[in-house]
Nanobody
């Protein structure tokens, strides 16, 4: 089994920054790709960014240029730096992990392990 735990959410003003952390434990060999998804009230969960075992990254259009994802394999951790925050970034952010094939890595259904989520609220 794999356990995924997020931390680092909070309340920020527009233009502020936050860093989200995701710690993975357990059968780490079951994981090659990790991702951040988010779900705003009344909206579907959407991909924010992902990083594979080669540290290749992929960002949503809304995240490009403002957010950065990276992983520290020795720490079994992944991070998401959120800069230039906007009110529309308000959402619950979820860390996801799994053994994902390239053609499916942008789909939430490809990730088997999920954290409980951490709330990010951006005030205007």
């Amino acid at each position: 089994q794999v356990q995924v735990v997020e931390s680092g959410g909070g309340l920020m003003q527009t233009g502020g920054s936050l860093r989200l952390s995701c710690a993975v434990s357990g059968d780490i060999f079951r994981v090659n790709t990790m991702a951040w998804f988010r779900q705003a009230p009344g909206k579907r969960r959407e991909l924010v960014a992902l990083i594979d075992y080669n540290h290749t990254t992929n960002y949503s259009d809304s995240a490009k240029g403002r957010f950065s994802i990276w992983r520290v394999d020795a720490e079994r951790s992944m991070y998401l730096q959120l800069n230039s925050l906007k009110p529309e970034d308000t959402a619950v952010y979820y860390c996801a992990a799994g053994r994902v094939i390239v053609s499916s890595m942008t789909q939430q259904s490809a990730y088997y392990y999920w954290g409980q989520g951490t709330q990010v609220t951006v005030s205007s």
